[in-house]
């Protein structure tokens, strides 16, 4: 049951964004070769298919050492350079198709979210994640052995393929951290506490609800006082910070839809008033409601005639 509700969260949250994965790049390097992604102001990674490579960051003085099925995955485009040799020779990118020394192959990709300016998802992980191929359990296996088939396939859909695949590697990194990690913060944190994440799938699924902090406090079966306190511990915010900011995501969707009104949605949202509502909304999102609108208008009127 622990499981299925911590994935009933995530699901909620990245669905919320708009998780939008893709595969970009499928290289082959033979020789003294170096690649990077940074820079490209994505969430990037990247899959070792065949032979294996050194991954230098920022964070560590030595490099990683990377095997075919294992993965490295970087949720705010920092600093990384993936190389044929332990030693760095220099920062640029080297890309060697030809020459001695092991062949190497890999899939690179992204994660991207075209909803909400701070994920909360993506601020909760580190600045890298190495999953093991060997501790990645069986889904990271079937994913990462299909997407390295299709990408070697030119047929009808690969694409498509692909990034749909992407989408479900994401989420298993996701898993794989959670379940890792000594200490988890953020959304990721409240995810790994049983009685934090009972009042959390109750925001998701009923973000317009008139929830106090008692209400709150019941669904994790704590007291007032210990709720408010160990919320703000593990997530950094308190309770409520929480809920305005999922909210205001849920409503950002909501209002590309041009058929719905601010109104509504600031009912459905559990405000009294449109005025409260809109001030929420531009405290979170920077701007006010209108703005989606004219940013739905001006997509729609840029979009090439069918």
Not at 16 to 37: E, M, V
Not at 276 to 294: D, E, L, T, W
Request: hydrophobic share 40%; charged share 20%.
């Amino acid at each position: 049951m622990q499981n299925v509700q911590q994935e009933d969260l995530i699901s909620s949250v990245l669905s919320a964004y708009q998780l939008k994965a893709g595969i970009y790049d499928n290289p082959r390097f033979c020789g003294l070769w170096q690649h990077s992604t940074a820079g490209m102001r994505r969430a990037a990674f990247h899959l070792i298919g065949s032979g294996g490579c050194w991954v230098h960051t920022r964070l560590e003085l030595e490099p990683r050492r990377l095997e075919a099925g294992d993965l490295v995955a970087l949720p705010h485009d920092d600093w990384h350079m993936l190389t044929a040799q332990p030693k760095l020779q220099g920062e640029a990118v080297r890309h060697v198709v030809e020459g001695e020394g092991p062949f190497t192959t890999m899939v690179c990709g992204y994660f991207d979210f075209e909803a909400g300016q701070h994920n909360p998802v993506l601020d909760a992980l580190p600045p890298v994640i190495i999953v093991p191929g060997a501790d990645g359990g069986r889904p990271m296996a079937v994913l990462s052995e299909l997407l390295l088939s299709e990408s070697e396939c030119e047929d009808i859909g690969t694409r498509t393929v692909l990034d749909k695949l992407a989408d479900a590697l994401f989420v298993v990194v996701v898993r794989y951290y959670i379940n890792s990690s000594s200490n988890p913060k953020g959304v990721l944190a409240g995810l790994a506490d049983p009685r934090l994440r009972k009042a959390l799938a109750a925001m998701h699924r009923a973000p317009g609800e008139h929830w106090t902090l008692e209400t709150l406090a019941q669904q994790a079966g704590m007291s007032r006082t210990s709720f408010a306190q160990a919320f703000n511990e593990r997530l950094g915010m308190p309770p409520f910070d929480y809920l305005t900011r999922w909210r205001m995501t849920r409503a950002e969707l909501q209002l590309r839809n041009p058929g719905v009104s601010v109104g509504r949605v600031a009912e459905e949202m559990g405000y009294e008033t449109e005025a409260a509502f809109r001030k929420a909304f531009k405290r979170v999102h920077g701007v006010g409601p209108g703005s989606i609108r004219r940013w739905l208008r001006d997509k729609l009127s840029d979009a090439p005639a069918a």
